[in-house]
C-alpha cells in the first residue's frame, strides 16, 4: 500500500523556485483556471483565441503549440522530478491542477495543486506505485489535453507530444543526469528507460507510448557546433518570433 506524505519544505521550495509548482490560494482565483476547464472543446476554443491575441500568432494552431511547450514544463517536469529525485508523487491530475497567470496578464506563470499531499510507495510496489503517477499527469492531463487541444486549433497532436517529449528528455539528461545510454539502473536511468521506451500508452492516454517515436541520440549539429537531438516535428515557435527565429533543433534548419 502507498503511504501518504507532505512533501518535505526544502523539497517544496525546489519544486517552487524551479518549476513555479505552488500550492493553489482561492484569493488569486480571479487569476487561475482549472485545466479540466480546458477539456470541454468551447472553452478550450475560447482560451486559445484569447492567447493567440496576447500572443499576437497567426493561428490558433500555431498558438496551441506554443502553449504545450509552457505547459510541459510546469506540469510534466516538476512532477516527474518529484517522482524520481523525491520518490514522491504528486498529483497533477487535471482535475487538481490550476493554470495561474498574473495581473500584468503574462499567461501561464506556473500551475498550483489544490491538494499537495504526496504518495510514497513501499519498495515492493514501486513499479505499481510509478504506473499510476504517471497515469494521472499524462492520461488524466496532458493527453486528455492534447487530445482537445488538436481537435480545437487542427493541430497534429505529434507536434504537441514532441513539445511533451523534448521537455521530459531534458530534465532526465540535463537536469537529473541521466547518462550511459541508459545502461546504468539507477532510479533515474530506470524510470527515464521505462517512461520512454517501456511504459504502455494506454499510461497516456494513448493506444502507443507517444514519446517512444521523438527519443533517438543526438547528433552534431553545424548550426550550434554541438551535439543535439533533432525534433521529428517543427514547433512553429518561428512563427510567434519577433525575428523569424527558429529553435536550434528545428528539423526546418536541416531541410
Known amino acids: ?24 490560494d482561492s484569493a488569486r482565483s480571479d487569476y487561475s483556471l482549472r485545466a479540466s476547464d480546458l477539456l470541454d472543446m468551447e ?63 503574462s499567461w501561464l506563470e506556473h500551475v498550483s495543486l489544490s491538494d499537495i499531499d504526496a504518495a510514497m510507495p513501499e519498495t515492493i510496489e514501486r513499479q505499481v506505485w ?36 523534448v521537455r521530459v528528455f531534458s530534465l532526465y539528461e540535463k537536469r537529473i543526469g541521466v547518462r550511459d545510454e541508459l545502461k546504468e539502473q539507477s532510479r533515474g536511468q530506470a524510470d527515464f528507460k521505462y517512461l520512454i521506451l517501456q511504459a504502455p500508452g494506454v499510461l497516456f492516454g494513448e493506444k502507443k507510448n507517444p514519446l517512444s517515436q521523438f527519443y533517438g541520440k543526438p547528433t552534431c ?10 525534433r521529428k516535428t517543427c514547433c512553429l515557435y518561428y512563427e510567434v518570433s519577433s525575428v523569424e527565429e527558429y529553435c536550434s533543433n528545428c528539423p526546418k534548419l536541416r531541410s
Open 1 to 24: 500500500m502507498n503511504k501518504q506524505s507532505r512533501i518535505k519544505q526544502e523539497e517544496w521550495d525546489y519544486l517552487n523556485s524551479q518549476f513555479g509548482l505552488c500550492e493553489y
Open 43 to 105: 472553452l478550450c476554443s475560447d482560451y486559445l483565441d484569447s492567447l493567440t491575441a496576447l500572443l499576437q500568432s497567426p493561428s490558433r494552431m500555431i498558438t496551441a503549440s506554443q502553449f504545450f511547450k509552457r505547459y510541459a514544463f510546469v506540469t510534466s517536469v516538476p512532477l516527474l522530478y518529484a517522482m524520481t529525485v523525491y520518490n514522491k508523487g504528486l498529483d497533477l491530475s487535471a482535475e487538481n491542477c490550476f493554470l495561474e497567470s498574473s495581473p500584468d496578464h
Open 130 to 165: 510509478r504506473d499510476q503517477v504517471i497515469l494521472n499527469l499524462f492520461a488524466g492531463n496532458i493527453g486528455k489535453l492534447i487530445a482537445v487541444m488538436s481537435s480545437a486549433a487542427n493541430v497534429p497532436k505529434p507536434i504537441l507530444w514532441e513539445n511533451v517529449a
Open 221 to 230: 549539429s553545424s548550426v550550434s557546433n554541438s551535439s543535439m537531438r533533432v
